[in-house]
């Protein structure tokens, strides 16, 4: 017996939120980076303390610029050609003509997809009812 898997009402709604989200993005720019969302590279979050020590609370986060469209001078949004700005008011900085994507909008990738912890919620409240007598 299989019993599909059903998201608790506030996750369900997170998630169709979500899906609409994504459909108004990909309306907008049909030619978005697949590889990198339309965001332009990855960030990577990462604890500096060493193991076993936390020195302090916390994460650092790197940035990679994404190898299928700014490496190769692409808009991660709308796939066109990057103009880089030279004119020397920012440092390394570039935008993109046709949509106005910059590297200042980093977060304005493809919506991201919000994390399901149905899971752990049913398991906490099946816990706390037993817990109860
Ligand atoms: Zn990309
Ligand atoms: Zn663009
Ligand atoms: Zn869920």
Avoid: Q
Wanted: with cysteine; glycine share 8%.
């Amino acid at each position: 017996m299989t019993t599909k898997f059903v998201h608790l009402r506030y996750c369900y709604n997170a998630r169709r939120r979500w899906e609409k989200e994504v459909r108004e993005f990909e309306k907008k720019f049909p030619n978005y980076c697949r590889r990198c969302g339309g965001v332009g590279g990855f960030i990577y979050r990462y604890d500096p303390s060493p193991r076993g020590i936390a020195l302090s609370p916390g994460w650092m986060e790197d940035f990679e610029t994404c190898e299928d469209c700014i490496e190769k001078d692409k808009c991660p949004r709308c796939g066109e050609k990057i103009i880089w700005d030279t004119s020397g008011k920012y440092e390394d900085h570039y935008e993109c003509s046709s949509c106005g994507w910059s590297d200042l909008k980093l977060e304005e990738g493809i919506p991201e997809e919000p994390e399901c912890c149905c899971d752990e919620v049913r398991t906490y409240r099946k816990e706390k009812k037993h817990a109860k007598h």
